[in-house]
């Protein structure tokens, strides 16, 4: 904006010297403005002189020759101020779009030493993004923006659940199926994509093993075997490991699908990532009294809460508990992280409170030095009113949602009166309605 101003300016005052400072900021004296601008400065400079007069009508000059471009919209000239909105079209085409935010910055102090984490998305594998996933994406990816263009140093992570039981029974059902895959793997053969299940089917497979694991105790004891599998150390290869990272990938191509659309650029970490650091964890926390054993399993009893942290169950299982916590301190002292911040939704609010909990009678961090903060959103219901979840049934998917929003924005402009009178009527480009579907979710 200030680029914007100074060419004009210059041209008018028949200079231009580093000290010919503009000061831009956002408008507070006219809240329907995006920015404001006072030139009293060089006005009165003239004060005295016979361009005086002539000065008074800088800011009015100033309007005549900066409307008429792709950026500036409606500008208001009032004495010594002028009042700035950008065009929409502008601010639309550049809103999701990280280079814009390296054109200009408003440097917060402290940016420059605070290294900073953003966890969002952070789906479960083996599942469809449900529409209740967009929330934290978007609140995810904005806070990046907003971030980088305040200077901070900002990393992104989407941890993935990847690791707990019910990948376990997961691998069990595909097993029982004897779908392609598996067959590959189990006859020594490469895995080829075409025989991966689709994303639609690996999440009926997630729902169908849930159920199977609740009604067949043999199921149940066998899910349960893999998933201790799944969690042996990372040199440890076996069958089931092999067969979980093919549902990994065919679970990567829907995801990476959805993201594509909606310009989502994350680095995936699950939760699988930590695993070797599971055991060391777990054996610090119970020597500085953070966990105990109750009845065969591992859990803090953090003081204010009925329920305790459970870590580790008594048939040797880690919950997401375990790796939350090998997640934390991973990126305190290893990533040397001074902000993290975790977006889900407001149903984990006491998981977070005790995990930070955990972690500072750890002693891993002070809380004066760094800052963990749980960022949560409502929850997102059917029309049930109940919590929308994948696990117990199938919603609304995600993709799902913006293939509704293509067909209902293309019938939109189809059957508006302009369209309805043009003979090029056929030839119309419909908008990509993905970005609209952004905006309503953060409106």
Same mark, same amino acid.
């Given at each position: 904006m200030e680029k914007l101003l100074r060419e004009p300016l210059a041209s008018i005052l028949k200079t231009d010297t580093p000290q010919m400072k503009i000061l831009v900021k956002p408008s507070s004296r006219n809240p329907s403005y995006d920015y404001e601008c006072d030139f009293a400065t060089f006005i009165y400079s003239f004060k005295g002189k016979a361009e005086f007069q002539e000065m008074l009508s800088l800011p009015s000059r100033i309007k005549e020759r900066i409307t008429g471009n792709d950026v500036i919209g409606e500008v208001s000239a009032i004495r010594t101020w002028l009042c700035i909105n950008l065009k929409k079209e502008y601010l639309s085409s550049h809103a999701m779009d990280p280079t814009f935010l390296t054109q200009s910055k408003v440097i917060d102090p402290v940016a420059s030493t605070t290294r900073t984490l953003i966890d969002y998305s952070s789906p479960n594998m $083996? @599942?469809?993004? =449900?529409?209740? =996933?967009l929330r934290s994406m978007m609140h995810g990816a904005?806070?990046?923006?907003? &971030?980088k263009f305040q200077g901070y140093e900002v990393s992104g992570v989407s941890h993935v659940g990847d690791f707990g039981s019910p990948m376990g029974q997961v691998v069990s059902e595909v097993i029982h199926r004897d779908l392609p895959f598996v067959r590959a793997i189990k006859e020594g053969k490469k895995v080829s994509e075409d025989m991966y299940p689709t994303p639609t089917e690996l999440s009926a497979i997630y729902? $169908? $093993?849930?159920?199977? $694991? @609740? %009604? !067949?105790? %043999?199921?149940a004891t066998e899910?349960?075997?893999r998933t201790v599998e799944l969690q042996a150390p990372s040199h440890v290869q076996n069958e089931t490991k092999e067969i979980w990272r093919t549902v990994l990938n065919a679970s990567r191509v829907g995801f990476n %699908?959805?993201?594509?659309?909606l310009g989502i650029?994350? @680095? #995936?970490?699950?939760?699988?990532?930590?695993? !070797?650091? &599971? #055991?060391?964890?777990t054996q610090e926390l119970l020597e500085k009294g953070v966990l105990r054993y109750s009845d065969g399993a591992v859990a803090a009893f953090i003081e204010g809460y009925e329920t305790p942290l &459970?870590?580790?169950?008594r048939d040797g299982t880690y919950l997401y508990a375990a790796t939350d916590l090998a997640t934390l301190k991973y990126r305190l002292h290893t990533l040397g992280m001074k902000r993290i911040l975790y977006i889900t939704d407001s149903s984990q609010r006491i998981h977070f409170e005790? &995990?930070?909990?955990?972690?500072k009678l750890a002693g891993w961090y002070d809380p004066n030095e760094v800052s963990l903060e749980h960022i949560t959103f409502g929850l997102v219901t059917g029309e049930n009113g109940l919590k929308l979840s994948s696990r117990d049934g199938t919603p609304l998917t995600l993709a799902g949602l913006l293939k509704e929003a293509v067909v209902a924005t293309k019938a939109a402009v189809m059957t508006s009166n302009s369209l309805e009178r043009s003979e090029r009527k056929d030839q119309i480009l419909v908008p990509k309605p993905d970005s609209y579907q952004q905006y309503t979710d953060e409106g």
């Open positions: $083996a @599942k469809e993004f =449900h529409v209740g =996933h904005a806070l990046m923006n907003i &971030l729902v $169908a $093993a849930k159920q199977r $694991a @609740k %009604d !067949d105790k %043999d199921f899910s349960m075997k %699908d959805v993201y594509k659309k650029y994350v @680095k #995936e970490q699950g939760e699988s990532f930590y695993v !070797d650091m &599971l #055991e060391g964890i &459970l870590v580790k169950t005790q &995990l930070f909990k955990a972690g």
